[in-house]
Nanobody, 123 residues
Framework: QVHPVESGGGLVQPGGSLRLSCAAS????????MGWYRQAPGKQRELVAT???????HYASSVKGRFTISSDNAKNTVSLQMNSLKPEDTAVYYC?????????????????WGQGTQVTVSS
C-alpha cells in the first residue's frame, strides 16, 4: 500500500501563489510517476501536472507557464508551485502516486490518492 499525504493549500487572492507538497509513505514498491489532479464543484477530476520517475513532466494546458511540478524520486515526494492563480483554479487538489506492484509473477500498475487539499482563489 502506498499512501500519499498532501500539505499546503488554502485561500489566496487572484494573482497570488501557493505551494502544495506531497509525500508518499507505506510499502513503497516502484513509483512510476507522481502528480496532481484537481476537482472543482460539479466537475470531473482532471489532471494538473505529472512527473515520471524519469523526470519527464506533463502539464494541463490551462496551467502551463503558471504551475511548476518538481519531484524527488529518492524521497517519493512531489511539489506543485502555483503562480498567477486564477479563480478558476479553485478546486480540491489531489496527490497521485502511480506505481507498480509485483506479487509472485504478476505485476500490476496501481494508483494511490491523497485525501485532497482545498485551494481557493478569491478576492
Amino acid at each position: 500500500q502506498v499512501h500519499p499525504v498532501e500539505s499546503g493549500g488554502g485561500l489566496v487572492q487572484p494573482g497570488g501563489s501557493l505551494r502544495l507538497s506531497c509525500a508518499a509513505s507505506g510499502s513503497i514498491c516502484n513509483i512510476l510517476a507522481m502528480g496532481w489532479y484537481r476537482q472543482a464543484p460539479g466537475k470531473q477530476r482532471e489532471l494538473v501536472a505529472t512527473s515520471t520517475s524519469g523526470d519527464s513532466t506533463h502539464y494541463a494546458s490551462s496551467v502551463k507557464g503558471r504551475f511548476t511540478i518538481s519531484s524527488d524520486n529518492a524521497k517519493n515526494t512531489v511539489s506543485l508551485q502555483m503562480n498567477s492563480l486564477k479563480p478558476e483554479d479553485t478546486a480540491v487538489y489531489y496527490c497521485n502516486a502511480h506505481y507498480s506492484s509485483t506479487v509472485g509473477s504478476y505485476t500490476q500498475q496501481l494508483d494511490a490518492w491523497g485525501q485532497g487539499t482545498q485551494v481557493t482563489v478569491s478576492s
